[in-house]
């Protein structure tokens, strides 16, 4: 490789792979997503290692699937380790800047009452970076302002009363007669949401959350424009609450959507949590999907404007040709697929698959798509490779810069590994879903439940029709096999790192 490139990685949260125009939604309108896939790279089947916020987090920044770092749920800190990605570029020379959502220790006390919330301010770095901005999606712990979710907000040690929040303070500070909105997310005092977690925000635009986190991106870029630079541009959209600033909720006409994926029986062969998580979110979905997916769309329009502005901001200033953009997300979202809503134990593609664009100018050939499996885990070692850094132990993704470069043409991986140990703090026992996806078959084996599930992708992309796993039992224990050889395979790093 030439001189070490700058690098931006733009992550989002919660976005399914579909919910791009260049991935053929005719109903979200994203054109400046749209031109980076254009100009690059296009991974059309990218997974998660686990699809809640915390856990896939940590696989981008240590490299390792959760079995090895050990963040197999929400509530888990991620391990600071010198092997992580803000401290590994930051030994080989790139200035370092973190701006958005990391999530990268707990944010909320329902699973430890004595939990102290971090500092991140403190100290040369935070995780390897030594410039950050940062924001989170719930904002129930940043002030004493009540919010739709947490009506009494003072808490009983308020010493150690609040998370910090950049973003929040910077409202209070600069914008003072926003700030009480800001802190309610856009929903005005008095006003109710149309249902739960849906209302379009009163906010501005130019005050909004993701406005915010590209503009702290764009400054870090003039600051460290001699390079070389990584910035992490993370925003906290289009997460839940679903509420798009009202200008931008009212470019979409949701008469003119597709509706949910759905048929009426299909989780007959689905297991148990599966059918009691239908039975808890499907009402509101049902009655109000239209309007859910118009403020999904809005807030990714939002989303979508911020990175035209930050593609210009690299052209204006002459950066754009050494610098490596890569876009994805950290999970997906259900958006009333299936009945279901947001995210939980079940590996439907909505969920664990998400969007991957890589654009390198000169480099990665422009316009092209990857057919092959791919996992967000590889990431890591795709930056660490186009930084000089040369991925070993103990990383466990692959680095992707020879099939971007057209070098290799088979797949990356077989298969993908997807895992989940829980989902939040009200289940004892924590329940486990772990799943295998290969090129056609999707196995899904829940550990508590003694449940197994296989879909084929080919034949049912929708996953409407799981097959009758008694009626295939070489196929189920063949893939059960490569299950257990994968988790395997993941696990035995733990070792490696010294972490048990």
Wanted: glycine share 8%; aromatic share 10%; charged share 25%.
């Amino acid at each position: 490789m030439a001189a070490m490139p700058n690098v931006l990685l733009i992550t989002t949260d919660q976005h399914r792979f579909d919910a791009l125009g260049c991935m053929g939604n005719r109903d979200v309108h994203t054109p400046h997503i749209d031109r980076l896939a254009a100009q690059g790279v296009t991974f059309d089947r990218c997974y998660v290692t686990n699809p809640v916020c915390m856990p896939s987090r940590a696989s981008l920044l240590t490299g390792q699937f959760p079995d090895a770092n050990g963040v197999r749920r929400n509530g888990i800190p991620v391990p600071d380790v010198a092997f992580g990605l803000g401290r590994a570029v930051r030994q080989h020379g790139m200035r370092t800047g973190m701006f958005g959502k990391t999530h990268f220790a707990s944010l909320r006390r329902d699973y430890d009452a004595s939990y102290q919330f971090p500092d991140w301010r403190r100290g040369d770095d935070y995780y390897g970076f030594t410039t950050r901005a940062i924001t989170h999606d719930l904002k129930d712990y940043v002030s004493d302002v009540p919010t739709m979710t947490r009506p009494n907000p003072t808490p009983a040690a308020p010493e150690r009363a609040f998370v910090l929040d950049d973003y929040i303070n910077w409202m209070h500070e600069h914008y003072p007669e926003w700030y009480r909105l800001a802190v309610r997310e856009g929903l005005a005092e008095g006003q109710l949401p149309l249902a739960p977690e849906l209302w379009s925000s009163e906010l501005p635009a130019d005050l909004h959350q993701t406005t915010w986190i590209s503009e702290r991106t764009m400054e870090f870029i003039d600051e460290q424009r001699e390079g070389p630079f990584f910035a992490w541009c993370s925003f906290v959209d289009p997460h839940h609450p679903f509420n798009a600033p009202r200008a931008y909720r009212e470019r979409y006409d949701p008469a003119t959507f597709a509706p949910p994926l759905w048929e009426e029986g299909e989780l007959t062969h689905r297991s148990p949590y599966h059918r009691d998580r239908h039975q808890q979110s499907t009402a509101p979905f049902k009655e109000h999907w239209r309007e859910y997916r118009a403020q999904y769309y809005a807030m990714i329009s939002l989303i979508d404007d911020q990175v035209g502005r930050l593609l210009r901001h690299l052209d204006d200033r002459g950066l754009t040709e050494n610098t490596l953009v890569i876009f994805t997300s950290d999970h997906g979202e259900m958006l009333g697929d299936h009945g279901l809503a947001r995210k939980g134990l079940f590996h439907y593609e909505p969920l664990i698959h998400v969007p991957l664009l890589l654009r390198w100018p000169d480099r990665f050939m422009a316009g092209s798509h990857q057919p092959g499996i791919v996992q967000t885990v590889d990431i890591t070692a795709t930056i660490l490779e186009a930084a000089g850094v040369v991925p070993q132990l103990p990383y466990q993704g692959i680095s992707l810069v020879p099939w971007c470069c057209g070098e290799r043409g088979d797949a990356p991986r077989a298969y993908a590994l997807v895992t989940n140990c829980g989902e939040g703090p009200h289940y004892d026992p924590w329940p486990e879903l772990r799943t295998l996806v290969t090129d056609r078959w999707k196995l899904h084996a829940y550990v508590d439940e003694d449940h197994i599930e296989v879909d084929d992708l080919i034949e049912d992309p929708g996953e409407l029709h799981p097959l009758r796993v008694q009626e295939h039992p070489d196929l189920v224990r063949q893939l059960l096999g490569r299950l257990v050889d994968a988790g395997s395979a993941a696990a035995v790093w733990r070792r490696q790192a010294g972490r048990w």
